[in-house]
């Protein structure tokens, strides 16, 4: 299972993901951007849980970038 590590910085965890989801596309994999933003907020650690709440609540997933 994907997840932020402990001591791993948002850069080094959006590097990762980003890696995984381009091997999956080349695999035929797809997804979209609302996907992608689900995914990305379910892998940050409790501590982020108030932006996670913030973000989820603004319901437009696809216009984040």
Known sequence: ???MGEHET???MNSHFTRIT???KSL???FTTKEL???ILRFLP???EAKVTT???AKDL???S
């Open 62 to 64: 696809k216009t984040i």
């Open 10 to 12: 948002i850069m080094d």
């Open 55 to 57: 973000i989820q609540e």
């Open 37 to 39: 933003v689900r995914k």
């Open 46 to 48: 409790r501590t982020w």
């Open 1 to 3: 299972m994907f997840e």
């Open 22 to 24: 381009n091997e999956l």
């Open 28 to 30: 035929g994999k797809t």
